[in-house]
């Protein structure tokens, strides 16, 4: 049976980072930003049945959820906390990666996902969160954070130079990262 075993703040104030007794997933990230998004996973679907879920982001034993501002952590907590009591793990959809490396990736996109798989994904999933490569084109890297990084001021702003300056030190070359 799936058990809240702690539940850790974020540097969002709109994220709470639920930490579970088992595993959801072994290697990939799931992030929902809306209800409609979730539709085909019945854990995101559910968490989002709960008034004032604004995103639903899990991997490996956490789930991060992200609150409409105007909404209290009272009015979650509970309702999350019995429906994952009551949620069937098996329900889960099956992975279907592997790794963040995707085929035909090339060799400098697989050096930073190697590098932020590494050095940056870790510390983001600590707080709660992650990131996700949408494309390289030249030294541009269009990323999306997910969890409780989307829309952290921190994130946004401190987090994005960190990693740029990362992967300029690492790759030897000018990176930028931007959102996307």
Same mark, same amino acid.
């Given at each position: 049976?799936?058990?809240?075993?702690?539940?850790?703040?974020?540097?969002?104030p709109?994220?709470?980072?639920?930490?579970?007794?088992?595993?959801?997933?072994?290697?990939e990230?799931?992030?929902?930003?809306? $209800?409609?998004?979730?539709?085909?996973?019945?854990?995101a679907? @559910?968490?989002? !049945? /709960?008034? %004032?879920? *604004?995103?639903?982001?899990?991997?490996?034993?956490?789930?991060?959820?992200?609150?409409?501002?105007?909404?209290?952590?009272?009015?979650?907590?509970?309702?999350?906390?019995?429906?994952?009591?009551?949620?069937?793990?098996?329900?889960?959809?099956?992975?279907?990666?592997?790794?963040?490396?995707?085929?035909?990736d090339?060799?400098?996109?697989?050096?930073?996902?190697?590098?932020?798989? $590494?050095?940056v994904?870790?510390?983001?999933?600590g707080?709660? @969160?992650?990131? !996700? /490569?949408? %494309?390289? *084109?030249?030294?541009?890297?269009?990323?999306?954070?997910?969890?409780?990084?989307?829309?952290?001021?921190?994130?946004?702003?401190?987090?994005?130079?960190?990693?740029?300056?990362?992967l300029v030190?690492?790759?030897?070359?000018?990176?930028?990262?931007?959102?996307g």
């Amino acid at each position: 049976m799936l058990m809240v075993q702690d539940v850790d703040l974020t540097p969002n104030p709109h994220a709470l980072k639920f930490i579970l007794n088992e595993r959801l997933l072994q290697r990939e990230t799931r992030s929902f930003e809306s $209800k409609e998004e979730a539709q085909n996973d019945p854990l995101a679907k @559910g968490i989002f !049945e /709960i008034e %004032g879920v *604004e995103s639903v982001f899990y991997m490996d034993k956490f789930i991060t959820i992200v609150k409409n501002p105007g909404v209290g952590w009272e009015k979650i907590q509970m309702p999350f906390l019995t429906f994952i009591r009551k949620f069937d793990k098996s329900l889960i959809p099956p992975e279907e990666i592997t790794g963040s490396e995707i085929a035909g990736d090339s060799e400098k996109l697989k050096k930073i996902n190697f590098i932020l798989d $590494k050095r940056v994904r870790p510390a983001l999933a600590g707080d709660g @969160g992650g990131l !996700e /490569i949408l %494309g390289l *084109e030249g030294n541009k890297l269009l990323i999306r954070y997910q969890g409780a990084c989307d829309n952290c001021p921190s994130a946004i702003h401190g987090t994005l130079v960190a990693i740029e300056n990362l992967l300029v030190r690492e790759l030897g070359e000018k990176i930028d990262v931007v959102l996307g």
